[in-house]
């Protein structure tokens, strides 16, 4: 088992529930890690035997550029979509951020964090 991380990937995107935020848009931090079997890798030197990091950045991107509401509905989209395109992977921990929400106030960033893992 080995755990492959992606961390401060920066996006801007159009989430938020307030229609300025869906028009104007604001910047977004993602972290993931994910724990799959890297045995094989470990050994082949093969990107076929891995869960790609690039492939991974693409899911994250793709569900990052469509427009949610909810930072917890934009990270459900994000892992779904890295359940389906990586089965080999049997968790996967998440953070979203978005960097200086309105909230009224001086606030670096408001998160989101999620973990799921396989049933054995």
Not at 64 to 73: A, G, I, N, P, V
Request: net charge negative; hydrophobic share 35%.
């Amino acid at each position: 088992m080995g755990t492959i991380l992606l961390e401060g990937m920066e996006f801007f995107a159009f989430h938020g529930c307030f229609k300025e935020e869906q028009i104007i848009g604001s910047k977004f931090i993602v972290d993931l890690s994910v724990e799959t079997d890297t045995a094989l890798s470990e050994q082949s030197d093969n990107l076929h035997d891995t869960a790609d990091y690039v492939g991974l950045y693409r899911c994250i991107r793709k569900e990052m550029e469509q427009k949610s509401h909810l930072l917890e509905h934009v990270s459900r989209r994000i892992l779904e979509a890295i359940r389906s395109e990586f089965p080999g992977v049997s968790a996967i921990d998440l953070k979203v951020s978005k960097i200086n929400p309105p909230m009224g106030g001086k606030m670096h960033r408001v998160s989101f964090r999620t973990h799921w893992k396989k049933e054995t």
